[in-house]
């Protein structure tokens, strides 16, 4: 039987029926199954590959099969899964391969479900037009066949069109690159970037970012890229690192980041700041502040004291004296899709719903921690308007001493980077 195959399966199952996160049902099988670095390979991309397709790989399953797919054993659908997606997304997988391997997997379970599951797919073989996506440019067959929910597509056409909406889905499922953050502190871009190319690593600069770098193509496990292990540079998108710019702190200041867990703004702040002054990191997370202390410490910034905190409750603590605060609030994440290989069938349309009253709440809070002309950052990483510019507006109705500088919105589709949305604003009085 086929380790790697057998092992997708085990993850997918996982995601589909216990709510694993794929990212991390993915790393820990990788680390428990002795397998070849081809084989780790394969194992990723059938993962990620068939949690992406999610929804409409489930489509076209229903096309071979009578009865309700909710009616089948998760475990047969895990592979019935997998071997779909090899046989109408992976064109280098043999047909053969991968209905003889999903044979093998299935009597694992019982003989019905391998006689049952070599006939699905037999029949998928015979009949391949069954599996056809409607191409009538409707949000049903965008939906489809560009691996979105509908209803988010239906919201995507209303906000940007039918063309920018597959656009957006295109980036969405295309391969992200590699970013990161150079630790100024400790080295420069110039020097990062020889290094890769010593190491026959494609890396570039980021046009839009003095500190980052762009590695395009496989680099293995990041866990064993060196510059990372001695705190030279931190992962973190480019439309990410266009942040701390915004927030343009100075060395000696007081700020205060709201939603910090990880902590990849926190120390590009501190960077920033030369290292100097002091940054309260808070997070309403307590495993998360964890993190935060990790990479403080991986890139050598002192600064940096994280808060086990709810910044719903911020002015309570730190009332009136920040110079700078920086709210990355959180969101529906609905720029990030295409890091996310799960994310688009985890979102609900009423969570998007509620998230807005969450995010007033916590600038509502944090503008009374900041002292007269000081700035207020508010940023997230989704394309929702409704999180976005309406709860900006919506704060600013309400607190005249706020004053708007300006607005960035970054477009996968047009920007090529994350989804992002960034509001400068400036307390007058």
Known sequence: MDKARAAAAKVVFEVSERGAYSNVALSKILRIENLSDIDRRFVTEL???????GKSIDWIISKYISRSLKKIDPKVMAILRISFFQIFFLDRVPNFAAVNEAVELAKKISVGSSKFVN?????????????KFPTNDTAESIALSMFHPQWLIERWIKQFGIEDTKAICAVDNSEPPLTLRVNTLRTSRNEILSSLKSQNINAMPSKL??????????VGALDDLNILQRGLCQVQDESSMLVAHELSPKPGEFVIDCCAAPGGKATHIAELMKNSGKIVAIDIHEHKIKQIKSNAKRLGIKIIEPLFFDARKISEEFFNIADRVLIDAPCSGLGVLRRKADLRWRKRLDELKELPKLQLEILESASKTIKVNGT??????????????????????????????????LLPHIDGTDGFFIAKMIRSF
């Open 119 to 131: 006939a699905v797919l037999r029949s998928a073989l015979r009949e391949p037009n069954k599996a």
């Open 209 to 218: 970012a003095d500190e980052g770098v762009v590695i395009k193509g496989n």
């Open 47 to 53: 993962v990620y590959g068939t949690v992406k397709t």
């Open 376 to 409: 207020l950052i508010y940023s997230t990483c989704t394309l929702e308007n409704a999180e976005n510019e309406e709860v900006v507006n919506k704060f600013l109705n309400d607190h005249e001493n706020f004053k708007l500088e300006h607005t960035k919105i």
